[in-house]
């Protein structure tokens, strides 16, 4: 099995936008920092206002990642293009739910650190929700390190 990145096309960004719009409102909502009322339209605006341009937008790289030929999940890296040093951000990584526990996760996180090597990027970061385990623990697994924790406390 061989992942293989290819570069979003304007047309696959339509559906996979939408996608990511409803998933990213919903793990607001999970993690407890946005009530579910009105969160699709925040996760809509936030992310028109991070990719005007859609897959043209500067310092925005998007990609579908495929194994085989068959699309097995996305990658939307940022490298802040003026930074002093450069380094990317991982906005969003992603296995598409029928081919999960399969080890494609690794394989698109080392994806994502080949292309940064290739780009002369010595390093990635990443945003990760704290009920995600799952990514948490594949992440601390593949050498990412606590850089920031923001930790929340509900007042009753």
């Known amino acids: 099995m061989s992942l293989t ?4 096309s304007a047309e696959r960004f339509i559906l996979w936008n939408e996608h990511l719009v409803a998933s990213f409102a919903q793990d607001k909502i999970d993690a407890g920092t946005w009530p579910e009322e009105g969160a699709l339209e925040r996760s809509a605006r936030e992310n028109a206002e991070l990719l005007p341009q859609g897959v043209a937008t500067p310092g925005h ?3 579908v990642a ?3 030929g068959d699309e097995v999940g996305f990658l939307w890296l940022f490298t802040d293009p003026i930074a002093a040093t450069p380094e990317t951000f991982v906005y969003d990584i992603e296995i598409v739910e029928g081919r999960r526990g399969e080890g494609l996760g ?3 996180l080392e994806a994502a650190e080949g292309w940064c090597a290739d780009h002369s990027i010595a ?4 945003h ?3 009920h995600n385990e799952t990514a948490i623990s594949l992440y601390e697994s593949s050498g990412f390190e606590t ?3 923001t930790m929340a406390k509900q007042i009753r």
């Open 5 to 8: 990145l290819e570069p979003m």
């Open 128 to 130: 990760v929700f704290g």
């Open 147 to 149: 850089t920031d924790l």
């Open 106 to 108: 690794r394989a698109l």
């Open 61 to 63: 790289d998007l990609f």
């Open 123 to 126: 390093t990635l970061r990443l």
């Open 66 to 68: 495929l194994v085989d």
